[in-house]
């Protein structure tokens, strides 16, 4: 009885350890994604800054895209990394908590980040002779602040609705970061409520911002249809293709995510979602943008000839 009614101070990851004899192979594995994710989001930031012809809005949101996803890996993988390699696999309650925000700040402002994106393409299509003066370098930073404050609103309401809850006795989670329906699990009183509040709030701010972003596009597909040439109609869609994909990947993942039913949805299923989130789309972003970008191409290749890198070397 005692032993239930002590205090949480510290968090402990089952994570993968029902695959004990593979966590050699997950750490490299996980290791390697984590610096691919590094380098090809970071090669984004410093092609897109290095060359002048980028210097707009929608490249200036692009760079915001791929702090926001080496933000995100970084706080999740680094942890993941050394409790593989690690017998204790523990994080602090603090520690936790603090992990928690971070991922729910980097992915709500994602979430807010695509949204703007998709405007900034609406504009360029629908408005193209107002662009310029629209899409002004101080709309276009105030619309990026806007988001990261968003973000960092909805980190902070849903991490300490969470961490003010009672936690004893029990402290194993289930997974292998700090997600949130691992961690109501462990606490010590009904969390329908609150389950049922967070999911309610997450699902309305997702829907709210893929209705802006659904407005958006159907206005560009209205703008690209009345169009006569067949070139024109080519080269506004590809203005927004690599943002659609984009769109597609990560919304399909937060509606799945939001959609899990609560605190009775497996483990399995949790660390399945979680691995989508934080290894999938951050992963292949950059991949969705640049190869189908031909000034992100000449730009990069630029940048490597400039700098003496070979990708193959």
Not at 55 to 71: A, D, G, K, W
Not at 267 to 277: C, E, P
Request: proline share 4%.
């Amino acid at each position: 009885m005692e032993e239930n009614l002590t205090a949480v101070t510290e968090f402990i990851f089952l994570g993968f350890s029902d695959l004990q004899h593979l966590q050699p192979l997950l750490f490299v594995l996980i290791l390697l994604i984590y610096l691919f994710t590094l380098i090809e989001n970071g090669l984004v930031i410093a092609v897109t800054v290095a060359d002048l012809a980028l210097h707009t809005p929608m490249y200036f949101f692009l760079r915001n895209l791929s702090v926001l996803e080496i933000c995100y890996t970084s706080g999740v993988f680094p942890k993941t990394l050394t409790n593989l390699l690690s017998e204790k696999q523990a994080l602090s309650f603090l520690g936790c908590a603090v992990q928690m925000y971070f991922y729910l700040f980097f992915g709500s402002t994602e979430c807010g980040l695509l949204t703007v994106m998709s405007y900034d393409r609406y504009i360029a299509i629908c408005n193209p002779m107002r662009y310029s003066l629209i899409m002004s370098r101080k709309v276009t930073l105030s619309l990026a602040a806007m988001m990261w404050i968003v973000g960092k609103l909805v980190a902070c309401e849903q991490t300490a609705a969470i961490f003010m809850l009672p936690f004893h006795g029990l402290n194993k989670i289930n997974h292998f970061f700090c997600d949130i329906l691992p961690v109501l699990r462990l606490v010590s009183t009904d969390t329908s409520l609150i389950s049922a509040i967070i999911s309610f709030l997450t699902m309305l701010f997702t829907i709210v911002l893929l209705i802006l972003i659904i407005t958006s596009y159907a206005s560009i597909i209205c703008t690209i249809l009345k169009m006569h040439s067949g070139e024109g109609r080519h080269k506004a869609f590809s203005a927004c293709s690599s943002h659609l994909n984009t769109v597609i990947l990560f919304y399909c993942s937060a509606i799945i995510t939001c959609m899990r039913p609560s605190p009775n949805v497996s483990a399995d299923t949790d660390r399945a979602l979680a691995l989508l989130n934080t290894v999938i789309i951050p992963t292949f972003n950059p991949i969705i943008y640049s190869p189908r970008n031909k000034e992100v191409k000449e730009a990069l290749r630029k940048y490597l000839t400039k700098n003496n890198i070979s990708l193959f070397s």
